[in-house]
T-cell receptor, first 117, second 109 residues
């Protein structure tokens, strides 16, 4: 089954304790992206990656890091989480926008609800 | 700047028709997307328009006017399971998605 998986699904942590949210896709997609979703603000892109070893900042990258060492995985790292990073996080993947095989559809993971106290 | 506007909330009756509007301003344009998102779940793809006109897909249709920077999602024969948020997103010239805040659709029996 084609899917994007994220772990953990729920996480409660304390300020300053480093954490990693994993994301993996099995569709051989080049493009992967991380979003956060907050009430009234919609989806905001944190980072995206067009392919292995290529990552770029989205709209709200401060306080986050990513890496893309393999095509299927795109972990999100919070080195020193703060309460304003409490949010619902989604990972998404698609074929390369504008490239061959681009189907104009992003596939989303189930989400990770993070609470930082 | 780049911007997407859509109503925050709409209410409709089961069996009826509802139209959710979206206006956009982007640097270049590579298409307009609609996604459905049930509470606490991931968004799922509904439609993509890049040319002017109406695209019909079962009970759902999506319309685009590039000259007006305007799109709508039309839902017919509403069912209770259609209660969800509907997200409008425009793709700019760099193939980046600009997302609206979403329209929460409430269906009443």
């Amino acid at each position: 089954e084609a899917q994007v998986t994220q772990n953990p699904r729920y996480l409660i942590t304390v300020t300053g304790k480093k954490l990693t949210v994993t994301c993996s896709q099995n569709m051989n997609h080049e493009y992967m992206s991380w979003y956060r979703q907050d009430p009234g603000l919609g989806l905001r892109q944190i980072y995206y990656s067009m392919n292995v070893e290529v990552t770029d900042k989205g709209d709200v990258p401060e306080g986050y890091k990513v890496s893309r060492k393999e095509k299927r995985n795109f972990p999100l790292i919070l080195e020193s989480p703060s309460p304003n990073q409490t949010s619902l996080y989604f990972c998404a993947s698609s074929a390369t926008p504008g490239g061959t095989g681009f189907t104009y559809e992003q596939y989303f993971g189930p989400g990770t609800r993070l609470t930082v106290t | 700047g780049q911007n997407i506007d859509q109503p925050t909330e709409m209410t409709a009756t089961e069996g009826a028709i509802v139209q959710i509007n979206c206006t956009y301003q982007t640097s270049g344009f590579n298409g307009l997307f609609w996604y459905q998102q049930h509470a606490g779940e991931a968004p799922t793809f509904l439609s993509y328009n890049v040319l002017d006109g109406l695209e019909e897909k079962g009970r759902f249709s999506s319309f685009l006017s590039r000259s007006k920077g305007y799109s709508y999602l039309l839902l017919k024969e509403l069912q209770m399971k259609d209660s969800a948020s509907y997200l409008c997103a425009a793709m700019d010239s760099n193939y980046q998605l600009i997302w609206g805040a979403g329209t929460k659709l409430i269906i009443k029996p």
